[in-house]
């Protein structure tokens, strides 16, 4: 059964130890969620222009 727990209950170490689960550093591993995307439309480019002028420097550098 999964249990939910809260993310202040638990640090990146101890989920690291009892996941079980391995850092994966290959930038090719979950090559699905990078290609064959779609072009953005004009209303998604403007909520991004939008989100940008409303919040400067939230966004980091991932909407150019």
């Known amino acids: 059964m999964v249990k939910t727990i809260q993310v202040r209950d638990i640090s990146v170490y ?3 130890e009892k996941s ?3 850092v994966i ?4 591993y979950f ?3 990078t290609e064959n995307l779609l072009a953005l439309t004009d ?3 403007q909520a991004i222009a939008f989100a940008s002028v409303s919040a ?9």
């Open 25 to 28: 550093k290959d930038t090719d």
């Open 31 to 33: 090559r699905e969620g």
């Open 56 to 64: 400067p420097g939230k966004l980091g550098n991932c909407c150019g």
């Open 14 to 16: 101890e989920l690291k």
């Open 20 to 22: 079980g689960l391995p």
């Open 43 to 45: 209303g998604e480019k």
